[in-house]
């Protein structure tokens, strides 16, 4: 299916959602991710070097962990793609800070596997630092502001392989920590954003970090990683 003709047909699948329909954003991305379909997707972005810088512009490597590419982005949606780094590549066993969204989404695991984690405040449990997190009107930025501290406990602990999806609302606190041993790959379709902050809880102090830059992928590093996710099993022509 041609980008087109996708994000047209996205934009009323996400407009379903707004209406009451609560399977319309993990029907649409069950579409989407259809081997033949999504590869298709994936070629006509590499063939596309205007379509690959405008990529590149809006996705960058996640605190958390993994590349964050928005490979379509439109006034009510997302359609991203996160791909972890190899376990190898940290400094220490990858672990997530929990945090929740300004949107719903839903996900789908093409590759790989790892382990969601989802928490509420309580009286008993693990003690975090509490942050609240925004982007700025400058592009690429964002501001962690401290919040204090917040007591949470885990209510879901689950382990997802390749082909496991879910759907989340904004205000479900969760954490994804990836399994090693082979890639990890997401693809996530996030749902209309809300004009306000969103929380994370850390393990260790990171202190106040406002105007900080993200940093952005280069379109030579974004065809790398396209080319990874089209050499996978599901998607390999």
Not at 3 to 23: A, K, W
Not at 76 to 103: A, C, D, M, T
Request: hydrophobic share 35%.
């Amino acid at each position: 299916m041609p980008i087109t003709d996708l994000e047209h047909d996205l934009t009323d699948c996400v407009n379903s959602y707004i209406n009451g329909s609560r399977q319309a954003l993990a029907n649409a991305l069950l579409e989407v991710a259809r081997p033949a379909s999504f590869r298709s997707t994936l070629t006509e972005i590499l063939d596309s070097e205007t379509r690959l810088r405008d990529i590149a512009g809006r996705s960058f490597w996640h605190d958390n962990g993994f590349a964050k590419i928005v490979l379509l982005s439109q006034p009510r949606y997302k359609l991203r793609l996160h791909i972890w780094k190899e376990v190898e590549q940290f400094s220490i066993s990858p672990r997530g800070n929990i945090h929740n969204h300004r949107w719903d989404f839903s996900t789908i695991l093409l590759a790989g596997s790892y382990r969601h984690q989802e928490f509420r405040p309580s009286r008993r449990g693990e003690q975090f630092f509490a942050y609240k997190y925004s982007t700025t009107a400058a592009a690429g930025h964002y501001s962690l502001v401290p919040a204090g501290r917040q007591i949470l406990r885990c209510v879901l602990d689950a382990h997802l392989a390749q082909g496991s999806g879910f759907t989340i609302s904004s205000d479900v606190l969760h954490r994804v920590t990836p399994d090693g041993g082979e890639p990890t790959v997401s693809l996530v379709l996030e749902g209309p954003h809300e004009p306000s902050t969103s929380d994370v809880f850390a393990t260790s102090e990171v202190g106040e970090n406002s105007g900080a830059r993200v940093e952005v992928l280069s379109a030579d590093y974004l065809r790398r990683h396209i080319n990874t996710v089209l050499s996978l099993a599901p998607f390999a022509s």
